[in-house]
């Protein structure tokens, strides 16, 4: 059997114990799944799941094109709160 080394690594608590719940689910612990990353890296040469920034929808987009628009009107309605947004709409 070919020797084995330690590897160290670093993240916070919460990912490590939500990650150890899940393969522990998948029948396997965090080494073993680490190990099963660095395979399919491998045999991937690169990542072996696509990497890429979250872009909005065409949807989200618009809203947030809207609200920018919104907050440079100087006539836009301004609210102070949820409430008075609600009341505004239900008049």
């Known amino acids: 059997m070919a020797s084995k080394e330690n590897s160290t690594l670093r993240m ?19 080494s073993t799944a680490t190990r099963m990353f660095y ?22 987009r618009a809203a947030l094109e809207e609200g920018d628009q919104m907050l440079s009107d100087p006539s836009a309605p301004r609210f102070s709160s949820v409430e008075d947004l609600f009341a505004e709409l239900n008049s």
């Open 12 to 30: 916070e608590p919460e990912l490590k114990a939500q990650a150890a719940a899940l393969f522990k689910a998948l029948g396997m612990d965090l």
């Open 39 to 60: 395979i399919q890296a491998l045999r991937c040469q690169g990542l072996p799941f696509e990497v890429k920034l979250d872009e909005p929808n065409a949807i989200t």
